[in-house]
Structure formats: C-alpha cells, structure tokens
C-alpha cells in the first residue's frame, strides 16, 4: 500500500503497525483496528468528503483547498484539522501540520490521533523527547493501541533504555498473543541488556511460530557464540546455512566456529566454499590463509594468497596478508615489497607501516623502524601494538625511557588485560629502576599469560634486583 494511505488510514480507519523496535527489519504486521466515533459535523461535509477524494486521487494540493473551506464553516472540528495536518505532513510542511495538530487535540482530548501523528513529526524532526511524550500521552487515551506501545518501544531503544523498551514489549506479546516479528525483536532487545537466557527463549519462540525466518537461526547462532556454547551455535548457523546456501557471511561464522572447536579440515571446507561462491572474494582467502598460519604452516598460507593473487586481484588487503606470511616463512624482503605495494594501493592503512617498522627493527634499522612507527600511530591512532612495539624497544634499548612509558600507557588504555603490554610497562620500569613498580606489574603479565617464558624471565631478574634492593636498606 502507498504510504500515503497508510497514514490516511491511521487517521480514518485505525490502521496500526508494529515497527521493528531494532530498526533492522521491515514492518511486518498490519491490523485493522475500530476507530473511536469522530466529531459529528454537516455545514462543511460536501468540502469533506470533495477533500477525502482528492486524497485518494493523491492530489493533495487540491484536498488541502477543500479541508480549508469546510474549517472556514466549522472552524471546531477536530477531525477536519487532522486531515489538514495528514496533507501538510506529505508536503513536508511540519510546521503547519504541528499547528493544526495541536488545535486538533485541543478540540477533542480524547482522541490519540493528533499526538500520534505529532510523535510521527517530532520522531522525524529527531525531537525523540518530545516524541515520547506524545506516545505516551496517546497510550493515556488509548492503553490498547498498538502502534502507540510499539513505537514508544522504538524510542526507548533510540534512548538506549532497552529495559524499559523489553517491558512494552512483553505487554505488546500479551496482547497479541505471541507473533514472530514481537519476540524475534524483544530477543534482540533481550541480547542487547545481555540476557541471553531470555533472549534465546525468545527467539526459540520466533522460530516456532515462523519455522522459515534465517534470522532467527543466526540471532541464535550469535547468543550461542557469545555464551561460548560453541556447538549450539555451530548447530544454528548450519541451519541457516541449509536454509540459504549462499549466505557467504554465514560461512565466515561456521568457518570461525569450526576452528575455535578444532575442526580444523570443517573450517577449511567453509571458506573454501565462499571461494567456490566468489572466487574473488580477497577476505576469504585471507582467513584460510590465518588457519594455516596458526597451524605452523606459513608456506601453505603464502600458496592460498599467490592462488588469489593469481586471478588479477590487486587489494592492500591481501598485500599486507601476503606479506606477513611471507614474512613467518622468513622471506623479509619479498614481505617488505608487498607491504610497499599495500601502501601504493591504500596510503592510509596503519597496518603496512607497522609491520614494515618491525622489518626494520630486526634489520637493525632503528630510525626508519621509529618513522614507520609514528606514521601508523598517525594514521591509526588506537593501534595499540604499534604503540607497545615501539615502547618496548625503546625499553630494551635504555633509551628514551620517559617516552617509551607514555607509548606503552597508551597501548594498556586501549587493551588494559594484555598480557604482553603489561609486561612492558613492567620492563620500562625495570629500566628506570623502579623495581618494585616492575615487579607489581611483571606479576601481573604473568598471571595473564602463564606460558610466556620472556614474562617469567623479566619477572625473575625484577624479583632479585628488588630483594637485593630490600637487604640493603
């Protein structure tokens, strides 16, 4: 139905509709609804009714002519301004349909049409506060009206008072009786506050009630991942899957979950997949190339990415991954020139600069390492590695030791439970040494990460400075 029906009829008729309260699906439920009896008028009925035509004829320049007329011969009739209003609105006259509005509603209290419509403007106008009111003061009116709590649901999330949002929502869920649309978007809603358990019930009841919605699989394939239930989630998103083969993105999931429960040959099989649906696809062979990175098989990632490399593709993306792999397999200056190349096809990209400054570092070129440094800070300034890489090395070298504090202070505020940042600090202090300021922190990277033997080295040389420290006081 044309939209402009669709309001004409949420003034004349009682038309409502249940709008996604996460805005990421598309109305779906459309319910007639008995319109409260309406102002009875005569003198100026012909320009009514010649109004309502015009309407439909979507001539509105025409109807707002005839809605004049008739409020010139009874200027008191609050249905004739919402029409009014109604036609002002499709001009985008919000101002003059504000006016008539607020006439309307004053002639009639009782009738939750012109706070309805005013919500419509002020939610338009982004006036979210003032839109709440109106919604709220229609909910007075009419307690039942369903349009009325769904979009107060909707505000509410826009306010980010997802509680208050998931209330209006059970309530709408009583009054309807459960429908897929209502609990798939309180599951969301539910996921958001981080209650999963109802969110999952939630969304278990979607797909009750509608067996075929993908969304619902894959809200649950996410809660499940999030939960670390990783075979439930692996157990959705293969529904997904089987229902749209040619989701790519649900692959990427499947693919990540399958590795995470070492499946390492299933998680191969989804992006070789992806690539079989778009063999240019540069993130696909990106992400198979990771999984035999983390297999020790540096060599095999270098094979995937020359394969994608092959077909013509040029992406900095795929540079830099091609790089890095080149890099594990110790071919330093074959990685340093796609890394060039990356930069030539994306200068802004902090990540080339990085990995080129730790080229350089372990080539023992300090001033081109630090420039390479300082350039990915600039273009990236949350990078956090480059922040910590460049600390530390200006930690091992005893130099620059004021700054190298600030570099790795910032790399903790961005990751503040990295055991390797920490573990930094604690050196730098160290350096300075402050050893009992190392050791506090040393401790800390350790319990982070129990397995790093330079973690427990740094701590063990912190350790005996500051007893020897200690016996000599």
């Not at 039942?144 to 909707?154: T, V, W």
């Not at 399958?258 to 997949?273: G, N």
């Not at 081109?368 to 530390?392: H, S, T």
Request: include cysteine.
């Amino acid at each position: 139905m044309h939209p402009r029906k669709i309001l004409i009829l949420i003034v004349s008729a009682g038309l409502i509709f249940i709008a996604s309260a996460t805005s990421l699906y598309a109305v779906r439920n459309i319910i007639l609804e008995r319109a409260r009896p309406r102002t009875p008028f005569s003198k100026s009925l012909a320009h009514y009714t010649m109004g309502i035509i015009y309407d439909n004829e979507e001539n509105t320049s025409k109807a707002i002519e005839e809605y004049k007329k008739a409020l010139l011969l009874e200027p008191d009739v609050s249905q004739l301004h919402t029409r009014l209003a109604l036609d002002y609105m499709f001009l985008s006259r919000a101002d003059d349909a504000e006016k008539e509005l607020k006439v309307a509603r004053n002639l009639d209290p009782k009738d939750p049409k012109p706070s309805l419509l005013l919500a419509l403007i002020y939610t338009a106008s982004n006036k979210i506060d003032q839109a709440k009111l109106e919604y709220e003061q229609a909910i007075k009116m009419d307690p039942d009206s369903i349009f009325a709590l769904s979009s107060l649901a909707d505000i509410f999330v826009l306010q980010q008072k997802l509680k208050e949002a998931s209330e209006i929502y059970e309530k709408l869920i009583e009054k309807e009786s459960a429908s897929a649309i209502l609990c798939f978007n309180l599951g969301v809603i539910y996921a958001k506050i981080g209650e999963y358990d109802k969110a999952i019930t939630n969304f278990e009841k979607a797909l009750e009630l509608e067996p075929d919605n993908n969304q619902g699989y894959i809200a649950l394939g996410v809660i499940y991942q999030v939960k670390n239930d990783l075979p439930k989630a692996v157990t959705n998103f293969e529904k997904a899957i089987a229902n749209d083969p040619t989701n790519s993105k649900l692959y990427y999931h499947l693919g990540s979950l399958y590795y995470s429960l070492s499946r390492k040959a299933d998680a191969i099989k989804q992006f070789e997949t992806i690539i079989g649906l778009d063999p240019s696809d540069v993130e696909a062979y990106i992400e198979l190339a990771d999984i035999y990175l983390k297999d020790n098989d540096p060599a095999g990632a270098v094979a995937i990415l020359e394969k994608c490399r092959s077909k013509g593709i040029e992406d900095s993306a795929l540079y830099v991954a091609l790089g890095y792999a080149l890099n594990a397999c110790g071919k330093d200056d074959e990685a340093l020139k796609y890394y060039y190349a990356a930069i030539t096809l994306k200068s802004d990209d902090a990540r080339p600069y990085f990995y080129i400054g730790m080229l350089y570092d372990k080539a023992g070129k300090r001033e081109l390492a630090v420039n390479n440094f300082r350039e990915a800070i600039k273009l990236d300034a949350n990078l956090a590695e480059a922040y910590n890489y460049m600390g530390y090395m200006f930690a091992e070298d005893g130099t620059d030791l004021d700054e190298a504090m600030a570099l790795v202070t910032k790399a903790i505020s961005l990751d503040p439970d990295n055991g390797a940042y920490i573990d930094s600090l604690g050196w730098i202090y160290f350096r300075k040494g402050m050893f009992t300021e190392a050791v506090v922190n040393l401790e800390r990277a350790a319990e982070l990460e129990p397995d790093e033997p330079v973690i427990a080295e740094h701590l063990k040389k912190a350790r005996e400075k500051m007893l020897k420290g200690l016996s000599q006081e």
